[in-house]
Nanobody
Framework: QVQLVESGGGLVQAGGSLRLSCAAS????????MGWYRQAPGKQRELVAI???????DYADSVKGRFTISRDNAKNTVYLQMNSLKPEDTAVYYC????????????WGQGTQVTVSS
C-alpha cells in the first residue's frame, strides 16, 4: 500500500524556519514528480513547490526566495526547507506524488500543520 508520511511541522515565530519531510513507500520514487501543497482555513489547497522526476523545480510566487524543495531518491524522501516564515504561511502542508507518465497514479499524504505566530 502506497504511503506518503509528512513530518516536521510545528509552531514557529515569524522569521523562523522549519524543514518538512515526506517519506514515500511502495512507489518507485524516482518516477514521480513530488509536490508540496498547503491549505489554510477557509481557503483552497494551493501548490507551494514542486520538484520533477528529472530534478527541476518550481515555486509559487508567494514563497520564491524563502522556500526550497529538494529530494533524495535514495531515501524516497522529499523535503521543503522553509525560511523567513510569515503568519500567512500558516496552513496544513500536504505532500503529493504524481507519476511522471501515468496520471492516474497520484497519491497524497495526510498533512502536517505549520503555524507561524506573529
Amino acid at each position: 500500500q502506497v504511503q506518503l508520511v509528512e513530518s516536521g511541522g510545528g509552531l514557529v515565530q515569524a522569521g523562523g524556519s522549519l524543514r518538512l519531510s515526506c517519506a514515500a513507500s511502495e512507489i518507485i520514487f524516482s518516477l514521480y514528480d513530488m509536490g508540496w501543497y498547503r491549505q489554510a482555513p477557509g481557503k483552497q489547497r494551493e501548490l507551494v513547490a514542486i520538484i520533477f522526476s528529472g530534478g527541476t523545480s518550481d515555486y509559487a510566487d508567494s514563497v520564491k526566495g524563502r522556500f526550497t524543495i529538494s529530494r533524495d531518491n535514495a531515501k524516497n524522501t522529499v523535503y521543503l526547507q522553509m525560511n523567513s516564515l510569515k503568519p500567512e504561511d500558516t496552513a496544513v502542508y500536504y505532500c503529493k506524488a504524481d507519476h511522471r507518465i501515468f496520471a492516474m497514479q497520484t497519491y497524497w499524504g495526510q498533512g502536517t500543520q505549520v503555524t507561524v505566530s506573529s
